[in-house]
């Protein structure tokens, strides 16, 4: 299958600094990446959908201003989380997709806010 | 709003035997995609099997198949002859929309411990 390679895979940040997730499609085209969050044994949250050379179409209750989603090229998109706090803390995966077919995941970044 | 239920929180199933893992979904959308995608402790997503709406039979994946019933809006996956390495966590999830607009969501997961 595609792959999708999404770094870093661990980051721990101070409170009140920025942190950016990178997500790479490396042998397709991701015309459409999602961003979801992970809490501990629970299902994927949708936060936003990404289409390429667009601006990222965010989930309800999902702030825009704090989780800046950029998807510049067909193989990168990149999640920044600003201002983190402590509740910020969780498991962040994106997956990518090329076209309408199904979506490959990156190993996702667990993000500790300290 | 498209919404996926999961409603089996844990299941176990024998070394060699047969589980079913069953995941509902409600829509009102003709056109979509199914798939259930498997998450081991490494929380890698890894897609097992996926069922276009439009095809009435099943698919089937060596061990993996499901049991789709359109009118119903059911899903399941059955494993077969399960395997130590199948133990993680199982995902249903439902794609929607056009071209590059889909949505992609997920059930709330359903973990599945193989007993040697």
């Known amino acids: 299958g595609a792959v999708v390679s999404q770094h870093p895979s661990r980051v721990i940040c101070k409170s009140g600094t920025s942190v950016k997730i990178e997500c790479r499609s490396l042998?397709?085209?991701?015309?459409?990446m999602f961003w979801y969050r992970q809490f501990p044994k629970k299902s994927l949250m949708l936060m936003a959908t990404?289409?390429?050379?667009?601006?990222?179409?965010?989930e309800q209750g999902v702030e825009k201003d704090k989780f800046l989603i950029n998807h510049a090229s067909l193989t990168l998109s990149t999640l920044t989380v600003t201002s983190a706090h402590p509740e910020d803390s969780s498991f962040y995966i994106c997956?990518?997709?090329?076209?309408?077919?199904?979506?490959?995941f990156g190993q996702g970044t667990r993000l500790t806010v300290v | 709003a498209q919404t996926v239920t999961q409603s089996q929180p844990e299941m176990s199933v024998q070394e060699a035997e047969t589980v079913t893992l069953s995941c509902t979904y409600d829509t009102s959308e003709s056109d979509y995609y199914l798939f259930w995608y498997k998450q081991p402790p490494s929380r890698q997503m890894i897609l097992v099997i996926r069922q276009e709406a439009y095809k009435q039979q099943n698919a089937t994946e060596n061990r993996f198949s499901v049991n789709f019933q359109k009118a119903a809006k059911s899903f399941s996956l059955k494993i077969s002859d399960s395997q130590l390495g199948d133990a993680a966590m199982y995902f249903c999830a439902y794609q929607y929309g056009s071209g590059n607009t889909g949505k992609l969501i997920f059930g709330q997961g359903t973990t599945l411990q193989v007993k040697p």
């Open positions: 997956s990518a997709r090329e076209g309408w077919t199904e979506a490959f």
């Open positions: 042998d397709f085209q991701a015309t459409t």
């Open positions: 990404s289409n390429e050379g667009s601006k990222a179409t965010y």
